[in-house]
Structure formats: C-alpha cells, structure tokens
C-alpha cells in the first residue's frame, strides 16, 4: 500500500440507506466489513414496528489489507468515498471494532444512539464489569439508569447507552 495507507479498518461513507446493499456487496467482493445494526421502534400513526438500522447511518467498516482492496471497496456501487479527517483517512483500530461489536451484543444496555458532540459535562467513570468491563465513560444523567458517553476516538462520535449504576466505578478506584 502506500505511504499513506495502512492495513487496517477504515470508514467508508455510503450513500443514505445503502448501508446494507454495501457491506452485503463488499462480503461479495471477499472484503471484511462491519455494519453495526441495533434494533430501534418505530411509532406511526396506526401501529408499531421494530427495525434495525445502522449504528453509524452511512458508515461502513472496511477492512484494507492492500491498495488492491481499498479500490475495490470504493467502487462498491452505492459507496462514496472513505471518511478523512484532515489529510488522513480515518482508520479505527481493531480494539474498537471490537468495542463496539460488544456495545450492540450486550444484553446489559438499552436506547444505543450515537452522537458526534463532544460532551464535557458530568463525571467519568470505568465500567467494571460485564461485556464492556474496563471501557471509560461519562455520566450524563443519573437516575435508575444512568446514561452514559463511550467516545470513540477515531470516528469522532459518541456511543450513548443505558446501564445500571452498579456496573461504575470511578477512574481513580480501579485496580
């Protein structure tokens, strides 16, 4: 690959609701890819119903191993381009990847949204056990459950959950 290319998963940008149709077409192409779905109610004026829809609304995660497979990916009909931020492509590193797939599997959480603000109010926190056990987070509101931020640094965007308070400690407490 060259110089500016790294092996390693990277973002790609689909057109709106193309999400599927992409990552089922790079499965075909024999690429690696990742679309985070979680399962959402949808309320109209007669009934109710539950869909999936993405996590990150036309955001793909591509694994590149070469030149060869990050072309192949962006002509994927229905793909656009890869997500950059400034001169260099965004490339999220396989811990969170893996994160995430734990955010979407995990029983333990509830209302999954995401969010691109950076929030800064609120205390942070180290879940401390579960399926998202050392995983840093801010509270952002405190009730029966709290509500809490996972940045994702490499995507710039923010995964917001409900799980239970006991599950917290604080970042100084944790052994």
């Avoid at 057109?15 to 949808?42: A, W």
């Avoid at 994702?152 to 917290?168: R, T, V």
């Amino acid at each position: 690959m060259g110089k500016l290319l790294k092996t390693g998963w990277y973002v790609l940008y689909v057109r709106s609701r193309h999400e599927r149709k992409v990552d089922d077409l790079l499965k075909e192409n024999q690429l690696e890819s990742f679309l985070p779905m979680i399962t959402t109610i949808r309320r109209w004026s007669d009934r109710r119903k539950m869909i999936k829809l993405p996590l990150f609304p036309s955001y793909v995660f591509v694994k590149i191993n070469s030149s060869m497979d990050f072309h192949k990916a962006v002509s994927i009909e229905g793909a656009c381009t890869f997500i950059k931020f400034g001169n260099e492509y965004a490339r999220v590193s396989e811990e969170e990847i893996l994160k995430i797939k734990l955010c979407i599997g995990s029983d333990e959480l509830s209302d999954i949204k995401t969010s691109g603000k950076l929030l800064r109010v609120g205390e942070n926190k180290v879940i401390n056990s579960g399926s998202l056990s050392g995983l840093e987070c801010e509270i952002l509101k405190i009730n029966n459950a709290n509500k809490i931020i996972v940045r994702i640094n490499s995507l710039q965007q923010n995964i917001i959950a409900s799980i239970p308070s006991y599950h917290l400690v604080s970042l100084g407490n944790i052994a």
